[in-house]
């Protein structure tokens, strides 16, 4: 039976290279699943049903296992720390596929493999991958059980740390089954760490704490609405209702279908007179959104709720308004840089019933993190499990250490955070990790304006993901990882929802709470202080304030921002704002160079704005 049998099954179940995309059902789910582990040769295979019971049985025997240790009950209860393999800690885009029919489709920006290809290669690495370990079958809903805007699917995987995660990130078991009816539209997701325990000549291995290989290869069917991941236990590669499913397939379905799938935080924010606002907004991995969703405003009299942290769904509602949902149910966030003083909800939402990955151990059986307080202590077990002192001059938390929470235990989570129908969009925030030339705040002139400030987001890159930190690269709308299809085409599809919108559109904003001084230090106090920004923004909203033209978009009239009670002089404010000419003429030229990788695809409006850009910051300098 070999290779070629499951391609030919799969195929007649929904799931090959060219199925049908809708009424795959339950039928076609029994099938799929025998098929896999015909393919896998699991020892068995388990569907989870997402109970408390099931839950405790998996992290017991992890601890058993040592792929979890329990931490201490009093200090940190229902807790537990996985330490990854070392060479498995992030994102891997350079392993990451969009396999579209045409390369086109994926466009310039994703790596791409032909469907038929991979499906091969695919096939060839999945023959016999679970060998001597159990395989689990998650069916898992996007969005509340049964909401109108919600999405089904189905993971199977050999980790049980996938396992418990799912549990916490989406709305894993029974329930979601139950709405697999004879023609429902489901997306299959297949998952392996890619380490059988029965080597060829049958004899058993036994396990590591953090199964993982060196090929792995995350590839997406956009066609077709496959996953199939292999040889990585890490977040965004292994928890395929995510980044693969909420934002990759999901972007395809909703630019067919005329919605979005972005990668944005969704907030309520209201001011001291209890006039709420909706934000959406799209920064790059590890540049602030789970910081911004779970704000504490600086600012008295005002509140922020959290609606969602990293993914939002939206889609123009009866009443023609942009209306989103969080499609998660928990919150995989950054943990470095987490403490008391910058992000104090994260931190009590955090206080128990918490899997934390790649942190380092306390000797009374709790977490640290470089950020999590001033001092470290004398002593931590580091990240890899070696012993670690302040003096060890390297960090005891990997930079991209995570925490994996259920919204649900978020102390600032919004009552209507899980309406099926979602909440209102009021304005959408852009922005990214920039030392220079982006100013904390502006607002677009119009939606176009704001699509091109999407479509410019430049961002120095972060630990979350495999690759250069640091480094500056164009990451249109935060999703230059995420997107299933032609970035230029993601472009064309927003300008079009402005254009349903019309009067109802959400108004555009770029930030950035990362300029530095020459010297490398934040400019900004960030954080809390952010809701500084948010006052202008709902004051814009409203038309109760002022903006000023520039050549970079509309911007606050300094005298406009609220300075009490933060020490901010005057200098530092026009450093926080100012827009150099020369510089930012460079930056147009590297905007330039990033359109033209898209060819005849972008969209002529993007193309007059940066002419204009350009025209406005040739007069200025
Ligand atoms: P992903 O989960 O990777 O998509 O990231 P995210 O966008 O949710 O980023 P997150 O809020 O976790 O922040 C990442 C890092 O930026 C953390 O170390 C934060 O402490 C830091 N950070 C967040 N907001 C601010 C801010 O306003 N100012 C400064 N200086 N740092 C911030
Ligand atoms: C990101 O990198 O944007 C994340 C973490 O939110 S992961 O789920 O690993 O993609
Ligand atoms: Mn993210």
Not at 31 to 49: F, G
Not at 162 to 185: C, H, K, N, P
Not at 293 to 315: F, H, K
Not at 459 to 478: H, K, N, W
Request: hydrophobic fraction near 40%; glycine fraction near 10%; aromatic fraction near 8%.
């Amino acid at each position: 039976p070999g290779a070629i049998g499951p391609i030919a099954s799969a195929a007649s179940a929904g799931t090959g290279p060219r199925a049908p995309r809708t009424g795959r059902g339950r039928a076609a789910l029994d099938r799929w699943v025998a098929d896999v582990a015909a393919l896998t040769r699991p020892d068995e295979v388990v569907w989870c049903d997402g109970s408390e019971e099931e839950n405790e049985r998996l992290l017991a025997q992890m601890v058993e296992a040592g792929s979890l240790i329990a931490l201490d009950d009093d200090l940190r209860p229902g807790s537990f720390l996985a330490r990854s393999d070392p060479a498995d800690v992030a994102r891997v885009e350079d392993r990451t596929f969009i396999c579209s029919e045409r390369e086109e489709d994926a466009g310039p920006t994703n790596n791409w493999h032909d469907p038929v290809d991979a499906k091969r290669r695919l096939l060839a690495r999945f023959d016999g991958a679970m060998a001597g370990r159990t395989m689990y079958v998650l069916p898992f809903s996007m969005g509340p059980v049964g909401g109108a805007i919600s999405q089904i699917g189905v993971q199977v995987t050999d980790s049980p740390y996938v396992v418990v995660s799912m549990r916490i990130m989406t709305r894993m078991g029974a329930d979601a089954l139950a709405q697999i009816g004879e023609d429902t539209f489901w997306v299959p997701a297949l998952h392996s760490v890619g380490q059988p325990l029965i080597d060829a000549d049958g004899t058993r291995r036994a396990d590591v704490a953090w199964p993982a290989c060196e090929n792995k290869t995350i590839d997406h069917f956009p066609e077709t609405r496959e996953i199939w991941s292999f040889g990585s236990g890490y977040g965004g590669n292994a928890l395929l209702a995510k980044k693969c499913f909420a934002l990759r397939i999901a972007s395809v379905m909703a630019r067919e279908e005329g919605w979005l799938a972005e990668h944005m935080l969704l907030v309520r924010v209201t001011n001291p007179q209890g006039r709420a606002m909706h934000i959406a907004a799209a920064f790059s991995s590890a540049c602030g959104k789970t910081n911004f969703a779970m704000m504490m405003p600086s600012l008295p009299g005002w509140r922020v709720e959290t609606i969602g942290d990293d993914i939002a769904w939206l889609r123009p509602g009866a009443d023609g308004r942009l209306r989103a949902i969080n499609p998660e149910a928990g919150f995989f966030g950054v943990a470095p840089g987490t403490g008391r003083s910058t992000n104090p909800v994260a931190m009590d939402t955090i206080a128990r019933d918490t899997i934390f990955t790649n942190v380092a151990l306390t000797e009374d059986g709790d977490v640290w993190w470089e950020g999590m307080t001033t001092e470290p202590p004398a002593r931590l077990t580091d990240w890899r499990g070696e012993p670690w002192t302040p003096d060890a001059g390297r960090p005891a938390a990997h930079p991209n250490a995570r925490f994996t929470v259920g919204a649900a235990q978020c102390p600032s989570i919004s009552e209507d955070w899980d309406d099926p129908d979602g909440v209102p969009i009021d304005a959408i925030v852009f922005g990214g990790r920039r030392a220079t030339n982006v100013p904390l705040v502006s607002e677009a002139e119009d939606w176009g304006h704001g699509v091109f400030f999407g479509a410019t987001i430049s961002s120095e890159q972060t630990a979350a993901a495999e690759g250069p930190v640091g480094e500056l690269r164009l990451d249109p709308f935060a999703m230059l990882p995420f997107c299933g299809y032609n970035m230029a085409d993601h472009w064309a599809h927003w300008l079009r929802m402005g254009e349903t919108l019309g009067e109802g559109a959400p108004r555009v904003f770029r930030v950035n709470w990362f300029r530095k001084s020459p010297e490398g230090k934040f400019l900004w106090p960030g954080f809390g202080e952010n809701a500084r920004v948010l006052e202008w923004i709902d004051a814009r909203l409203h038309g109760e304030v002022e903006a000023e033209a520039s050549p970079v978009g509309l911007l606050p009239r300094l005298e406009d921002v609220d300075r009490e009670g933060v020490d901010l002089d005057d200098e530092t404010l026009a450093q926080i704002f100012a827009v150099d000419p020369d510089s930012w003429l460079a930056e147009a030229e590297r905007l330039r160079e990033g359109l033209d990788r898209y060819g005849d695809r972008v969209p002529p409006r993007l193309v007059e704005l940066l002419d204009e850009l350009e025209e406005r910051l040739r007069a200025r300098a």
